[in-house]
T-cell receptor, first 116, second 115 residues
Framework: GAVVSQHPSWVICKSGTSVKIECRSL??????MFWYRQFPKQSLMLMAT?????????EQGVEKDKFLINHASLTLSTLTVTSAHPEDSSFYIC????????????FGPGTRLTVL | AQTVTQSQPEMSVQEAETVTLSCTYDTSESDYYLFWYKQPPSRQMILVIRQEAYKQQNATENRFSVNFQKAAKSFSLKISDSQLGDAAMYFCAFATSYNTDKLIFGTGTRLQVFP
């Protein structure tokens, strides 16, 4: 149980285009989903927290207009990187917290974004 | 602000042996949670073990145990009877009790297991 998937697993795009990454909780409902960014050989940094049906809460320094987050259902959250640039190339990981639980996040396998 | 420090970028252990990964943290809070996560080559983070700061007893999950020293702000992970499948990046993480959603991660320790 508690499986989180991400799609796509990797994506290459041209500079200036937008890319959408999906995060799904497959066997549970997630009121809260989280988006992290991980640079090579570095730790995970929380970008934003999204709650179903409400606006995402962004961490300091994260551009909300560049990283659009939508959490339209209890099993799906999307991250759209708008007007991507090479410096946005990174590994993006989502996690989800199940309804009725606290302090345990289940992580997706991540999406590697490369912007040319 | 809370910080998490993992001072060992890489560690290695022989199969069946025991290895200890170090983690220290800094916080002014008295109630919080500490975690160890494993990130294998597949990149999917897996929770290994969790410790509540108010509990004096060290958490244990099968071959994994922690040494939680609250006064020293130290939270090390001991892996006993190491297996090849234990090879991965291990991240120590911290969350306050009032905001358990915000995990603060250390920089990770890469563990290699040799047969």
């Amino acid at each position: 149980g508690a499986v989180v998937s991400q799609h796509p697993s990797w994506v290459i795009c041209k500079s200036g285009t937008s890319v959408k990454i999906e995060c799904r909780s497959l066997d549970f409902q997630a009121t809260t989903m989280f988006w992290y960014r991980q640079f090579p050989k570095q730790s995970l940094m929380l970008m934003a927290t999204s709650n179903e049906g409400s606006k995402a809460t962004y961490e300091q320094g994260v551009e909300k207009d560049k990283f659009l987050i939508n959490h339209a259902s209890l099993t799906l959250s999307t991250l759209t990187v708008t007007s991507a640039h090479p410096e946005d190339s990174s590994f993006y990981i989502c996690s989800a917290r199940a309804v009725g639980t606290y302090n345990e996040q289940f992580f997706g396998p991540g999406t590697r974004l490369t912007v040319l | 602000a809370q910080t998490v420090t993992q001072s060992q970028p890489e560690m290695s252990v022989q199969e069946a042996e025991t290895v200890t990964l170090s983690c220290t943290y800094d916080t002014s809070e008295s109630d919080y949670y500490l975690f160890w996560y494993k990130q294998p080559p597949s990149r999917q983070m897996i929770l290994v073990i969790r410790q509540e700061a108010y509990k004096q007893q060290n958490a244990t999950e099968n071959r994994f145990s922690v040494n939680f020293q609250k006064a020293a702000k130290s939270f090390s992970l001991k892996i006993s009877d190491s297996q090849l499948g234990d090879a991965a990046m291990y991240f120590c993480a911290f969350a306050t009790s009032y905001n358990t959603d915000k995990l603060i991660f250390g920089t990770g320790t890469r563990l290699q297991v040799f047969p």
